[in-house]
């Protein structure tokens, strides 16, 4: 079964910067969108943002807009998200996923990654 892996969490300091990255487990897997979901404790999973397969296009959350950015390197199959200026509040499992269209809600994803931990100190 095809999986997303993502890497780069860690733990920053406010107002640094971490990459993430994601990629297929099988180089013959695509997507024409990927993105990035979050989830604190407690809370719900919610939308981060979202690159398309055509011509690249982006969408933010609003919490994230001017910190965070989405590019994807066609030729390896991967999308990274770019996150700086981080917050407290940015401190989550960031869950990479995949999708045919639009994926700024779940039930639009059809492949999630197992996560990876991101957290900023104050």
């Known amino acids: 079964q095809v999986q997303l892996v993502e890497s780069g969490g860690g733990l920053v300091q406010a107002g640094g910067s971490l990459r993430l990255s994601c990629a297929p487990s099988?180089?013959?897997?695509?997507?024409?969108?990927m993105g990035w979901f979050r989830q604190a404790p407690g809370k719900e999973r919610e939308f981060v943002a979202a690159i398309s397969g055509i011509a690249s296009s982006t969408v933010y959350a609003d919490s994230v807009k001017g910190r965070f950015t989405i590019s994807r390197d066609n030729a390896k199959n991967t999308v990274l998200l770019q996150m700086n200026s981080l917050k407290t509040e940015d401190t989550a499992g960031y869950y990479c996923?995949?999708?045919?269209?639009?994926?700024?809600?779940?039930?639009?994803?059809?492949?999630w990654g197992k996560g990876t931990k991101v957290t900023v100190s104050s």
């Open positions: 996923a995949g999708g045919n269209g639009g994926i700024t809600v779940s039930h639009a994803v059809a492949y």
């Open positions: 099988r180089r013959t897997f695509s997507t024409s969108t």
